[in-house]
Nanobody, 128 residues
Framework: DVQLVESGGGSVQAGGSLGLSCAAS????????MGWFRQAPGKEREGVAT???????NYADSVKGRFTISQDNAKNTLYLQMNSLKPEDNAMYYC???????????????????????WGQGTQVTVS
């Protein structure tokens, strides 16, 4: 069974930073397509960032220059470093992964949330 477990969410003042982690079991981050999505109350889920097995990344315009997605294959962990946080970043953040690397192709992974198979339980980020 594949399990993705997020950690690192919390509350922070606007302008602050938070780092999210997503530890995987039963799944190897060195292949496929991985990413972070978020969903705010009353809003649709949106893609935040994706990364493929080659390390090619893709970001939503709203987080470019502020968020960084990365992975540590040795630890089988996906990360999202969030800097200069804004109140509009308030959301539940979910990590996701799929063995189909094609989901990340063309830099459109953040638009293909429905194709990801594995999802974590989410971690809340609150910016005030």
């Amino acid at each position: 069974d594949v399990q993705l477990v997020e950690s690192g969410g919390g509350s922070v003042q606007a302008g602050g930073s938070l780092g999210l982690s997503c530890a995987a079991s039963g799944y190897t981050y060195s292949s496929g397509c991985m990413g972070w999505f978020r969903q705010a109350p009353g809003k649709e889920r949106e893609g935040v960032a994706t990364i493929d097995s080659y390390g090619v990344t893709n970001y939503a315009d709203s987080v470019k220059g502020r968020f960084t997605i990365s992975q540590d294959n040795a630890k089988n962990t996906l990360y999202l470093q969030m800097n200069s946080l804004k109140p509009e970043d308030n959301a539940m953040y979910y990590c996701t992964a799929d063995r189909d690397a094609g989901i990340c192709s063309g830099g459109y992974g953040i638009n293909r949330g429905k194709f990801f198979y594995y999802w974590g339980q989410g971690t809340q980020v609150t910016v005030s």
